[in-house]
């Protein structure tokens, strides 16, 4: 089950209208990974929020878009992924898209951590923002 709950911040029109069509999005990526989706629960949150969350648990004294704490048994995806609404709105400005795009492309984000995928060296970067682009390029919405 995949569950959008907000903290703080109104929920983004695209998950109030396309729920349905985002939840089959995200559980094809995940088996285009070889796995299912157990429970994935999307906190939607404001920048504070996040950065509470990064200090708290993660011992970050930054802001951040997405913050994924992987619960994944075996081949069923499972986690809490935190995004700050803020930074997604400020990442899709300076980097000249869409709202809704930025959006998709960090729900995809912290689902490609779920199964595995890292972002901390160049090299795992690029291949995270490949894997992110194959994923959008498949949406169908």
């Not at 970050?60 to 994944?72: A, E, M, N």
């Not at 986690?79 to 930025?102: C, H, K, M, Q, Y």
């Not at 951590?113 to 498949?138: C, F, I, W, Y």
């Amino acid at each position: 089950m995949i569950n959008f709950i907000t903290h703080g911040i109104d929920m983004p029109q695209l998950i109030i209208t396309r729920k349905s069509v985002l939840v089959q999005w995200i559980g094809s990526v995940a088996a285009d990974y070889g796995f299912g989706v157990g429970n994935i629960n999307y906190i939607l949150c404001t920048d504070e929020e996040i950065l509470q969350t990064n200090r708290e648990f993660l011992s970050h004294d930054y802001y951040t878009d997405v913050i994924t704490f992987d619960y994944t048994t075996r081949s069923v995806l499972n986690g809490d992924i935190f995004i700050s609404l803020d930074t997604v709105r400020s990442n899709a400005e300076s980097l000249g898209v869409g709202f809704d795009e930025e959006l998709c492309r960090i729900l995809i984000h912290g689902v490609l951590h779920l199964t595995g995928q890292a972002d901390k060296t160049p090299d795992t970067r690029v291949e995270m923002t490949r894997k992110e682009n194959l994923a959008l390029s498949k949406r169908h919405f």
